[in-house]
């Protein structure tokens, strides 16, 4: 096993460690702690904000690999080229409008709690997978294409038998990017009252606990380098498989 691997396995179990039993590490954020402030967050359990937390990231990420592929599908038809302008546009406007906005436009339609951070994420996330699901369908090597239409396939054979496997690993690498941005930006969502470990990050601002806000960062950090050096080794693994090369 690789000298990497175990580290990353180690940190893993560290941070499900901390989650699952953050008492068991006050000691270690006991110094950052003054007046008697309590070392640990115990409002909400921490295992219960970060499972929030996860969740409303894969439920926009998957909103959004759902829309951004579709239109990336769409725009390399020949009869949905036009729509390439628009479909960039769409894919635009989460870049366009920071999630700060997007949470104070969805809260008089959505009310308080995790759907607007859903909504902001979900807009987020669609450029980086778009852009990568296009490149992904439109850079195909055309001896494979033509190949393909040699042995007779219909269009919608080549689509989902040789061009969105031999794209996946692009794809891929932009669902990576936007989970990651996800990961980070959904600590927002805990001022609309959503659960996610912006909860004790701003616990910790409103009380002057550094305690909290080192805990609160270092889970979402940690889990962001965790899940982005996961799904890097699944698409090196795809790529391998494809005989593709990382760029």
């Given at each position: 096993m690789r000298p990497g691997l175990i580290i990353r396995l180690v940190v893993l179990a560290l941070l499900v460690a901390f989650v699952v039993t953050p008492q068991t590490f006050a000691f270690v954020f006991q110094p950052l702690t003054k007046n008697g402030q309590p070392a640990i967050y115990t409002q909400n359990t921490l295992l219960t904000l970060t499972i929030s937390h996860l969740a409303i990231v894969a439920a926009a990420t998957v909103l959004a690999t759902a829309i951004a592929v579709g239109l990336a599908v769409l725009v390399t038809r020949p009869f949905g080229a036009e729509f390439l302008p628009l479909s960039r546009s769409l894919a635009n406007i989460g870049q366009t409008f920071p999630p700060v906005a997007v949470l104070a436009l969805a809260v008089p339609v959505l009310g308080f709690g995790w759907q607007p951070t859903l909504v902001a994420l979900f807009l987020y996330g669609l450029l980086p997978i778009f852009e990568n699901a296009l490149t992904g369908l439109t850079t195909l090597p055309p001896s494979v294409t033509e190949a393909a239409r040699g042995v007779g396939m219909t269009d919608r054979q080549r689509l989902t038998q040789v061009e969105l496997p031999l794209a996946t690993s692009v794809i891929l690498a932009g669902i990576r990017l936007s989970v990651v941005i996800s990961v980070a930006t959904a600590t927002i969502g805990s001022?609309?009252?959503?659960?996610?470990?912006?909860?004790?990050?701003?616990?910790?601002?409103?009380?002057?606990?550094?305690?909290?806000?080192?805990?609160?960062?270092?889970v979402v950090g940690v889990m962001a380098v965790l899940i982005y050096d996961g799904l890097s080794a699944v698409e090196r693994m795809l790529m391998r498989r494809t005989g593709q090369r990382r760029a």
């Open positions: 001022t609309v009252a959503a659960w996610t470990l912006g909860e004790v990050i701003i616990a910790g601002l409103l009380s002057n606990n550094i305690a909290f806000i080192a805990q609160g960062g270092l």
